[in-house]
């Protein structure tokens, strides 16, 4: 996932939170215009649950395409998979074998 879609999908959880806790704080007052808004942020609510379960298996199914993708690559190419894993590891040694 991008930065900006791991920060929007943090603050729309955080969003479903907070109505939780509105929701449940405004749960014993009454009055007509209390139960507009109320009825208005359950939908909200469940529209925003709706999203990120979505969201969420819509990243779980490119993660499982991309690993579908890079094995049958490795498959393909098992020299060339052999090469560049020697040299991330030859880097990563001289880079973390300096003082």
Do not use: C, Y
């Not at 909200?44 to 049958?72: C, P």
Request: aromatic fraction near 2%; charge should be positive; charged fraction near 25%.
């Amino acid at each position: 996932m991008q930065p900006t879609t791991d920060r929007l999908m943090k603050d729309l959880r955080a969003v479903v939170v907070d109505t939780e806790e509105l929701l449940k704080a405004t749960a014993n007052q009454t009055g007509e215009r209390i139960e507009k808004v109320r009825a208005r942020a359950e939908e909200s609510l469940r529209n925003a649950r709706a999203r990120v379960q979505a969201a969420s298996h819509d990243v779980q199914a490119a993660a499982q395409d991309a690993m579908q993708e890079v094995d049958s690559q490795v498959r393909q190419n098992p020299w060339t998979a052999v090469g560049v894993a020697a040299t991330i590891g030859f880097v990563a040694g001289v880079l973390l074998g300096r003082k």
